[in-house]
């Protein structure tokens, strides 16, 4: 591939740069419990404007030499894993060996390498910087956006691509909600998580949200056990209408103003509240001082903590961002977490404009600035719960609900 004349932002040729977005759950209906362990889902996701930054570079370090095949040099794949690095700053996170931007990149150099042209060398060690502006185990999704930049950003680093496929088998492999964030816009996500239907962005003006995140971490596993055990809402299926709708509505081309106009029903129609609250039982008045602080509907991000209003204008959600940081500060919200509530207005974002590379159509052309496939038809994974979508990892599910 021809190297750019010049350093575009996200193109430098040293140090590839990734904006990692955090996601919104607008609507989240758990459809059943699955054969697997796992849950079927139903829901529609945006992408946000708060984002993480991923930046890769090849590490400044020689590979171990490599003489042999790769089906008998685990330690040889080991030892070349233990030279990525990380630099994480911004929010304080624990376990840098744990993070999903180390294991992306060790399981994207496993996938790559069955085709590496330099085989038996591995594809080599990289750098890695995280600066984290999403709060960890919030419900948006930070994480696994982490995990899918630093898999478009390692493959960009090594110069390698990966078919859709292979990119959803990993970005599966690293978590649930992976898949999403290849995919680059509002989508509606069934399956476990794997099968993302782009939907087009919202029409006219973008909505802008206020998110308010506890400080305490809420473990999704926790609360899906909890909604396993039966914590789950009143009304079975509504969050599912709720969702099936605004997917159809914005297929159909919904304006962000007629979001608005949505909110209570949003807000109500995520299956996994009364297990969130199960799990963290303090976010439930925490939820209801803030709607009424607000005078508006709140609704959860995922399993939470995160709380989430609607507004027409990010002028009007910075806004409310203050009168809850005075409110935070004259203790008129519960003290939850260990420490103030993180507090940021943000917006939905929009694909960027197409341009036409983004209309080209030879895999050699269609990266688009991105070595995974993104937006668009690309990542139209097939119909959800289709038997022939076994690609990436789908068993065969029982109905448990
Ligand atoms: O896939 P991920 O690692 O993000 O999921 C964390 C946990 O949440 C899983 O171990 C599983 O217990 C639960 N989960 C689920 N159904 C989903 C997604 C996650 O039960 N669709």
Redesign the pocket.
């Known amino acids: 591939m021809a190297e750019p004349a010049m350093a575009e932002p996200g193109h430098e040729p040293d140090r590839i740069v990734r904006e990692a977005p955090a996601k919104l759950n607008l609507t989240l209906a758990v459809i059943r419990r699955r054969a697997d ?3 079927a ?1 139903h829901s529609v996701m945006v992408p946000l404007s708060l984002a993480d930054t991923v930046t890769v570079s090849l590490a400044r370090v020689s590979a171990p030499p490599s003489q042999k095949g790769l089906g008998d040099s685990t330690a040889e794949f080991d030892s070349t894993a233990r030279l990525d690095s990380l630099a994480i700053s911004g929010f304080e996170v624990s376990g840098v060996g744990q993070n999903l931007v180390l294991r992306a990149i060790v399981r994207a150099r496993a996938a790559v390498s069955e085709t590496w042209p330099s085989a038996p060398a591995l594809p080599p060690p990289l750098a890695a910087e995280l600066v984290k502006r999403i709060p960890i185990a919030s419900g948006l999704g930070g994480g696994s956006s982490d995990a899918a930049s630093a898999l478009d950003a390692a493959l960009e680093a090594w110069d390698a691509t990966l078919s859709i496929d292979r990119a959803l088998a990993v970005a599966m492999a690293l ?3 992976v898949p999403f964030f290849l995919a680059s816009g509002a989508a509606r996500i069934s399956g ?2 794997e099968f993302v239907d782009p939907l087009p962005d919202l029409k006219g003006r973008q909505p802008a949200v206020l998110l308010v995140t506890p400080r305490v971490a809420v473990s ?2 926790e609360v ?1 056990e909890a909604f396993s055990r039966g914590v789950r809402p009143i009304h079975p299926e509504a969050a599912q209408d709720v969702s099936e709708r605004l997917a159809a509505d914005m297929a159909a081309g919904l304006r962000g103003v007629a979001l608005l106009g949505r909110a209570a029903e949003l807000a109500t129609s995520n299956d996994l509240l009364p297990a969130s609250v199960a799990v963290v039982p303090t976010l439930l008045p925490f939820r209801i001082a803030l709607a009424r602080l607000l005078a508006l509907p709140v609704g959860q991000s995922g399993s939470g903590p995160t709380c989430w209003t609607l507004y027409s204008s990010l002028t009007a959600a910075r806004k409310a961002a203050r009168v809850v940081e005075k409110a935070i500060q004259a203790g008129m919200l519960p003290d939850i977490g260990h420490g103030p509530p993180f507090v940021v207005a943000t917006t939905i974002l929009t694909r960027p404009a197409a341009s036409p590379a983004d209309r080209a159509t030879s895999p050699a052309d269609d990266n688009r600035g991105h070595r995974v496939p993104r937006g668009g038809d690309n990542v139209a994974v097939s119909e959800p719960e289709s038997p022939t979508n076994g690609s990436v990892g789908e068993s065969a599910e029982q109905d448990e609900r």
Request: aromatic letters at 16%; hydrophobic letters at 15%; zero cysteines.
């Open positions: 362990g796992y849950h889902l978590g649930s909600d476990r998580g999704t596993r899906f």
